[in-house]
């Protein structure tokens, strides 16, 4: 097969295109954020112009097209799919629809027709639905989901009698359904179908895109960065398919069966072999070419009738390239392309982790590529460029100069401005798991220890953190090089805490002599920082296509979200929330589970979130609610709703943080009785598979559920004496020490269960916290006595002892709900994770000084 190149742009869209078709040969039909749908002639057209109508406008975003034949209209309808929830449909030359279909109550984001002309439809709405030109037949559910991708299969030959379909939706599933014919008819209400055919399990988030191979395969592409093909009779995943680096929007197939192509996030469409026929086991197949775009997103993607590409892009172009000599652009204007492509900007955050210090030079160029589609960062002129190799061409194209680095920003006058202020250099800080990488802003005149601390307070990381930070900030801004800036670091240097208005921490350089008590924990910690520009950013992207937008006025009150906005504003940004966030599938909301877990500082933002219609909807959209209900549902969640949970739990922490102090004797905030009740029936099922397995590797989930014990352990001790206002109005308060013990214990078990790397796996605030956790929990449940004797610490001991063994699972069996009936047994298991983190080289002295604390405390 030739390679493909450039061969023309389409434009006249003035926004994102979100969904392309080839409705006939030389027809192309595509949709719009600008809420139009366009046909283009692209037969026989000759140069960089192609004729194009515009038909009416919708009244909201179009984001699906497809082709359906009609017996109604000769040469068939051109359907269109809305952000408010109507499906038109459109005649060839006629600009105003001939019909509209109203039913769903979501966007519908994918149609599709069989030869017939049964229309099937697919919306957030969680279902698909059967249409005969403008009359609904039948409605597939899948509750608690949205449906991203609908196609018809072909019937079966020994099932004429049925239609069978296949569904891709949020949950990473694939349904397929065998829908009987006779239970389609106009004559009656819509039938209803709520069980599946069988349901094909691989991909790891929302399924977008479905295309039918032949009667037996089917392709599908996820947001897990993958595409799969499924044998439809046995359910298998017969090949897989690796390359792109992020969501994967649409696949279309060639109509010759030569190959298929995809298109992400990650700014290219990729051309991939037809699997083999007869191939047992499952195939992993390489891209046989990638196709860089100057934009940030390919939306959609369809193969032409005569297999040339025709790819939507975010930047409102549609463009087309073609493996025909006959048909590809001139030369001049693929050099022309190419000079766009090589001046467009990649973002450094969509590379991953790069090495700035360590990059090669224009030589690394001379080396070919290892694998189509490879990227290679260099430095070029001072600067840092992005390329990637071309199997068919034998090079390295340039796709675009890298930004968001500091060699970017940090050049002659071109300083950054970073929230209202210029500086020399912001980097780009990882995290980790499925958070974006955040920023921190440098000045080389500044004391790098300062903004270090800086960086620690405003996003909550652990102090130990502090010497890392400012060597990292010292060696990328090249303070450790000679020429470099001097900065004095004096008695008098200070620092204001953002945030609280808490002056700065200084290391002490004098030795201590023993390291602070690291229980029983008096104060609690909250998870507060937010990345606002980001959050901001994806919630306007989203609400263009949520079911439920929020107002403007809304979206101005994000933007001006800060610790001094009044209590009035919090509460309305929070009603409006909670007003919209049931309506949101979890792949769009978790930007409001973000903004949500920062305004419970505000009282009677607090109050409304946690009001019991409130939070049960929160559980509800996290797909908390199910775990809930049954732990086995968690193997179901997706990442995306993993995400939401994280969110939920750092909520709750930061709940116990503002509204624990608050409560008197006459007020019990609802979200300790919530948080409290919670802990019992939903956090507690975290410590035991197969729920604790959703979190495993997972760095921020980690954090924030061991946050979460800790703070809970924290307000056990405080309040579970007698006396407390607390104790007294909520009883329940009184057991939670002991809850506490069990999850700390059952944690520290499951993050040590591979204990030669779980050093490496979480940051050092899991194993604190957690160690924390349990020595506040033990001392609480089971107290000192006032007057100690050796034979009442010995028997304190045991007691202690016994109550962590029994918290525990059984020796061998590590992982399951089992109760240790020895707990010896059960005891020596802690013990001997204890000593892991007591002798632990490669973890944080506050880490090893808390299990040796604890060793100290419990045994002999």
């Known amino acids: 097969m030739e390679a493909f190149k450039f061969r023309s742009e389409l434009i006249g869209h003035t926004s994102d295109v979100r969904g392309i078709c080839c409705p006939r040969d030389g027809l192309l039909a595509s949709v719009s954020r600008d809420m139009t749908m366009r046909t283009w002639d692209i037969e026989g057209a000759s140069g960089q112009t192609f004729p194009t109508m515009e038909f009416a406008k919708h009244s909201k975003y179009v984001t699906s097209v497809s082709f359906c034949p009609s017996s109604h209209f000769s040469n068939g309808l051109i359907l269109t799919g809305s952000n408010d929830n109507l499906i038109r449909g459109f005649i060839e030359g006629q ?6 279909l109203n039913g769903h109550t979501g966007t519908v984001c994918s149609l599709d027709c069989d030869s017939s002309g049964i229309i099937l439809s697919g919306s957030w709405d969680s279902t698909a639905r059967f249409w005969d030109f403008d009359t609904c037949l039948g409605i597939i559910q899948r509750p608690d989901t949205s449906i991203w991708s609908v196609v018809f299969l072909l019937s079966s030959d020994t099932r004429p009698d049925e239609y069978l379909v296949a569904t891709g939706s949020s949950d990473a599933c694939i349904c397929i359904w065998n829908i009987p014919k006779s239970s389609l ?52 995943c017969i090949a897989e398919f690796y390359g792109h680096t992020s969501f994967v929007y649409s696949i279309a197939i060639d109509p010759a069966r030569q190959f298929f192509v995809s298109a992400g996030e990650d700014r290219s469409v990729r051309v991939w072999p037809i699997p083999e026929l007869g191939r047992s086991g499952s195939q992993q197949l390489k891209c046989l070419q990638t196709l860089p775009l100057p934009c940030q997103t390919a939306w959609c ?28 652009a001139p030369l001049a204007a693929i050099e022309t392309y190419e000079a766009e492509l090589a ?16 990059l090669p030079g224009v030589e690394a160029l001379a080396i070919p590529g290892r694998s189509e589609g490879e990227v290679k960062v260099i430095r070029e002129n001072g600067a840092l460029v992005c390329y990637q190799w071309s199997t068919s061409a034998s090079q390295w194209l340039k796709v675009g100069d890298v930004i968001g680095s500091a060699d970017h920003t940090a050049t002659g006058s071109n300083r950054t401005l970073f929230e209202g202020k210029e500086y020399d250099y912001v ?12 920023k921190l802003p440098f000045n080389k005149t500044e004391d790098p220890w300062m903004a270090a601390q800086l960086f620690i307070y405003k996003h909550n990381l652990s102090q130990d953190y502090l ?9 990328q801004a090249g303070l450790d090089k000679p020429g470099a800036p001097v900065v004095s670091v004096g008695a008098d240097s200070s620092l204001v805490d953002p ?64 610790p001094g906005m009044s209590e009035e504003n919090a509460l309305t940004l929070t009603e409006s929330i909670l007003e919209v966030i049931g309506e949101w599938p979890s792949d769009i909301a978790f930007p409001l589970f973000d903004l949500l877990r920062c305004l419970v500082r505000w009282k009677r933002a607090s109050e409304a979130i946690f009001k019991p219609s409130a939070f049960s909807k929160l559980l509800h959209s996290s797909g908390l609610s199910k775990v809930e ?24 922490v930061n709940a116990i943080f503002f509204d624990a102090p608050r409560a008197t004797s006459t007020f019990i905030p609802a979200s300790i009785s919530c948080v409290v009740e919670k802990t019992a029936t939903l956090v507690s099922k975290f410590v035991d598979p197969p729920v604790v397995n959703v979190l495993e590797k997972k760095k921020h989930p980690m954090v924030a559920l061991a946050s979460l014990v800790y703070n809970l352990a924290t307000l056990a001790h405080l309040h579970s004496n007698e006396h407390s206002s607390l104790s007294s109005s909520l009883p329940a308060i009184r057991g939670l020490a002991g809850l506490c013990v069990r999850m700390a214990s059952r944690l520290l078990i499951f993050n040590a269960t591979q204990v030669t790397s779980s050093a490496l796996v979480y940051p050092p605030e899991v194993p604190q916290r957690l160690l924390a956790a349990l020595g506040t929990s033990v001392v609480t449940a089971i107290p000192s006595p006032s007057t100690a004797t050796s034979q009442t610490e010995a028997d304190l001991r045991m007691k202690r002892t016994a109550l962590i063994g029994n918290a525990v699972p059984v020796q061998g069996d590590v992982g399951t709900s089992s109760v240790n009936n020895d707990a010896v047994i059960g005891w020596e298991q802690v013990a001997e994770i204890l000593h892991y983190w007591k002798d632990c080289k490669v973890i944080e002295k506050s880490v090893r000084d808390c299990a040796d604390q604890l060793l100290k405390m419990l045994a002999a």
């Open 343 to 358: 001046s467009s900007q990649v973002s450094a955050e969509s590379l991953g982790e790069i090495e700035k210090h360590n």
């Open 95 to 100: 600009l105003d629809p001939v019909f509209s």
């Open 185 to 236: 008819t106009k004559t009656s209400p819509p039938a209803e179908f709520k069980t599946p055919l069988k349901i094909l399990r691989g991909h790891t988030d929302c399924v977008r895109s479905l295309a039918l191979l032949d009667r037996n395969r089917l392709l599908s592409s996820s947001n897990d960065a993958s595409i799969r093909c499924w044998c439809i009779e046995s359910g298998a």
């Open 499 to 562: 945030f609280t208005g808490g002056g700065r921490y200084v290391p002490s350089s004098g030795y201590k002599s023993s390291s602070p008590p690291c229980f029983p924990s008096t104060e609690y910690i909250s998870i507060e920082s937010i990345g606002l520009e980001m959050v901001l950013n994806k919630v306007n992207c989203f609400n263009e296509t949520a079911p439920k937008p929020l107002s403007k006025s809304s979206l101005n009150l994000i933007s001006q979200l800060n």
């Open 427 to 438: 980097f780009s800080v990882d995290l980790g798991d499925n958070i974006r990488p955040v």
């Open 629 to 652: 209900t049954d732990a086995s549902a968690a193997k179901l969640l997706t990442n995306t709703e993993v995400t939401c949970s994280l969110f939920v739990f750092r909520l709750m």
């Open 467 to 475: 010497d890392q930070i400012a060597k990292f900030i010292i060696t």
């Open 301 to 328: 993607v369809t193969v032409t009738f005569d297999s040339d590409i025709a790819v939507g892009c975010s930047d409102s172009k549609i463009r087309l390239f073609s493996n025909n000599p006959k048909t590809q």
